[in-house]
């Protein structure tokens, strides 16, 4: 199928951060786009407003008819979308074209030089610092992002000359097999999504298999160290990069008055005293994978140093809510051991003598019970601790599986609590705080306004 004799395209969990950044993309070609979501948010009522027609009730009825022409229509749907869904069963058994997210994504990188970033963690931030970088620069590029950019208040960046698109390569359901990359970036493999791969070989696999779709004359940029060996096309260049050392890292590093400063070298590149536009630590490392790759597509020295500086992050990665002689409030996405211990000690190292106290909501009972006890190694790096119910997005409770598994392997010299979402306000304004983080993949974003008030009073 190509996307230019597509008239409608029809998406099954269509308010997804991944899934509405393609509903975007489809309107703003002119198609006729409708879908089905579960919930109603901000995202749809904005997708609304921009001129999709969603319905949050598992009905064929609500089906307009123009998408019930199958030889016009392509049907996108997330794997998070249950089989037994009844308009996704409607739709494979009409025998409609059906394809998941990941696969359209693969149509648009065969067409384009796809800019792929793919990692356990990071390549939300990476890849929207790549899309922003680059469209700030005179090279310009399309992206589908991971999350909200709170320089463009959009997940999809448009440009109708550049001929690069940005996507972050989700490694879910191994989404990023249907991807074409031209360069790809790998920011980390620590293992995750067990329930899918089963094991940590498996999960080291996919990635060694993603690695070999990368384009014959493309690139491959991959953080040191990783445990995985690619497996690459005759002619892929390849560079390291870390916040140290590697092809591309960084030097004179200067963190004060939370504020970071940073060089960036690489192989015939070097740009001295860039500020970085959110000052947290592991935003050192993202920005080097960020800046080798807007470098290898020729952007200018100059564009890259003054885009790094303009920044301003993405939605719920590190978002400071608040911020004053008092308290500081931040709010992470980090829902796996290893960023929740970045995002930790990223905060301890711009605040080193204030107290920490982490606001965690796990996500998924699965990933609760494969990682319980590095969740509770990473989080007694806190001052603090105060454990949420478990978010149980897509899955069934699991007997046996609760946040007290975290709990009870916190170590004996953090102070613990645990809360449910209706007492976790009242628990803060009893306590002691200085640095407020609350962590988490779940809802627990929706706490932040009544957190803020509390922290203000």
């Not at 950044?21 to 997708?47: C, H, I, M, N, W």
């Not at 319905?55 to 064929?60: A, E, F, I, K, N």
């Not at 996500?363 to 149980?392: G, N």
């Amino acid at each position: 199928m190509k996307i230019e004799n597509i008239k409608s395209v029809y998406f099954i969990g269509a308010g997804g951060i991944g899934m509405s950044a393609l509903v975007r993309y489809f309107l703003s070609l002119g198609k006729a786009v409708a879908g089905y979501d579960r919930t109603p948010s901000e995202l749809t009522k904005q997708l609304i407003h921009e001129g999709a027609n969603i319905h949050y009730s598992d009905d064929l009825t609500l089906i307009p008819e123009i998408f019930k022409v199958k030889e016009n229509t392509l049907v996108v749907y997330t794997p998070a979308v249950p089989h037994t869904h009844s308009e996704l069963t409607f739709f494979i058994q009409q025998d409609y074209s059906v394809m998941k997210r990941s696969q359209v994504l693969g149509l648009i990188t065969r067409s384009s030089r796809g800019l792929c970033v793919a990692g356990t963690h990071g390549k939300t931030t990476t890849s929207t610092l790549i899309a922003h970088l680059l469209h700030e620069s005179s090279i310009g590029c399309t992206a589908f992002l991971g999350g909200i950019s709170e320089n463009y208040n959009t997940n999809l960046l448009l440009s109708k000359k550049s001929p690069y698109t940005v996507i972050e390569a989700d490694e879910f359901d191994r989404s990023f097999h249907a991807l074409h990359p031209f360069i790809s970036v790998i920011t980390s493999t620590d293992p995750d999504h067990l329930d899918i791969y089963g094991t940590q070989e498996a999960y080291f696999e996919s990635f060694e298999h993603y690695t070999s779709l990368i384009d014959s004359d493309g690139i491959l940029v991959i953080r040191k160290g990783l445990k995985i060996h690619p497996r690459l096309k005759e002619g892929v260049k390849t560079y390291t990069y870390s916040a140290h050392e590697g092809d591309f890292h960084a030097e004179n590093i200067i963190i004060e008055n939370g504020e970071i400063f940073m060089d960036f070298v690489g192989p015939n590149v070097r740009i001295n005293n860039i500020q970085l536009g959110v000052p947290i630590s592991i935003n050192i490392e993202n920005s080097v994978a960020a800046l080798a790759v807007a470098h290898l597509c020729a952007a200018k020295d100059q564009e890259l140093k003054k885009a790094m500086g303009t920044f301003k992050g993405v939605e719920r990665r590190f978002d400071f809510v608040l911020k004053n002689d008092k308290h500081v409030l931040i709010n992470d996405y980090a829902h796996h051991p290893a960023e929740i211990k970045q995002s930790i000690i990223s905060i301890k190292e711009l605040y080193p003598k204030r107290k920490l106290t982490t606001v965690f909501q796990p996500h998924l009972y699965t990933r609760t019970k494969d990682f319980y006890k590095d969740f509770a190694e990473s989080l007694s790096l806190s001052d603090e601790v105060i454990l949420l119910d478990i978010y149980p997005a897509r899955e069934e409770p699991i007997e046996g599986v609760t946040s007290m598994l975290i709990y009870s392997n916190l170590r004996n010299s953090v102070i613990k609590h645990t809360a449910t979402k209706e007492n976790i306000v009242n628990l803060l304004s009893t306590l002691s705080t200085d640095i407020v983080l609350t962590l988490g993949a779940g809802d627990i974003n929706q706490l932040l306004p009544q957190i803020k008030v509390t922290l203000e009073s």
